[in-house]
C-alpha cells in the first residue's frame, strides 16, 4: 500500500516501489520504479507507474506528481466514507447532458475518489430515470471500475469482490427501481 510521507522541503509525495496510487482519469498503478530519467535533455527524479487493468506505462516527475494529482490509495477508514457517498439520495440535477458530463469529468479529472465516487452514484441513479447517453453510459463505467479499484487495493480483497460491494451499496440506495445493466469491463481507463 502507498505510503503517505511527504518530502518536508518540497511537499512532494514520497513513494516507494510496490507502492499503489491513484493518478487520476488513468486510475490505480503500481510505482515499479524510482530514479532519475532524462526528461528533455536533464536529469530528473521520476516514477515510473504500470496503470493496473492495462498494460499502460507511465513516467512522472517527482517534481509533478503533487500537480496531477497523484496520490495514496484511500485507507480503510475512508473506505466507509465512499460507500456511505454512494448510498445518499442526492444526484445531479442538471439537466443539459454536455454540462452534466463536463461537470462530471472534471469531478474524475480531480482525483478525489469522493468526488468520483459521486460521479458513479449520480450516473447510476440518472440511469433509472432515463437512459444515459452513450458519453455518459463511458463516464460511468470509468467512474464504477476506479472506485472498484482504488476499494480492491485497500482492502486486500479482489476487483470482483469490490465490485459486488460497490453493486450492492447502489442497488440498495436505489431499491424497488429496475437496474440498469451492469457496467463492461474497460482494459483502459483514460478518457481522453
Known amino acids: 500500500m502507498a505510503i503517505k510521507k511527504t518530502n ?3 511537499k512532494e509525495p514520497k513513494f516507494k516501489v510496490g507502492d499503489y496510487v491513484v493518478y487520476p482519469i ?5 510505482v515499479t520504479e524510482v530514479g532519475k530519467k532524462v526528461i528533455l535533455g536533464k536529469k530528473k527524479d521520476c516514477y515510473i507507474m504500470e496503470i493496473q487493468g492495462s498494460k499502460m506505462k507511465v513516467m512522472i516527475p517527482v517534481e509533478r ?3 496531477v494529482g ?3 490509495i484511500i485507507d480503510k477508514k475512508e473506505i466507509k466514507k465512499v460507500l456511505t457517498l454512494l448510498k445518499k439520495d442526492e444526484i445531479d440535477t442538471e439537466e443539459d ?3 452534466r458530463y463536463q461537470n462530471n469529468m472534471n469531478k474524475i479529472k480531480s482525483g ?3 468526488e468520483v465516487a459521486d460521479v458513479c452514484r449520480n ?3 440518472r440511469a433509472y430515470g432515463k437512459e444515459l447517453s452513450i458519453m455518459e453510459r463511458k463516464l ?3 467512474a464504477y471500475n476506479l472506485v472498484k479499484m482504488e476499494i480492491a487495493l485497500s482492502k486486500g480483497v479482489s476487483q470482483e469482490e469490490a465490485g459486488n460491494i460497490v453493486s450492492d451499496v447502489l442497488a440498495a440506495s436505489v431499491q424497488g427501481l429496475a437496474p440498469p445493466p451492469p457496467p463492461k469491463e474497460e482494459d483502459d481507463l483514460d478518457l481522453e
Open 8 to 10: 518536508e522541503k518540497t
Open 26 to 30: 488513468h486510475g490505480v498503478g503500481e
Open 65 to 67: 506528481a503533487v500537480e
Open 70 to 72: 497523484i496520490r495514496s
Open 97 to 99: 447532458w454536455k454540462v
Open 112 to 114: 478525489s475518489i469522493f
Open 123 to 125: 450516473l447510476y441513479k
Open 140 to 142: 460511468y463505467e470509468s
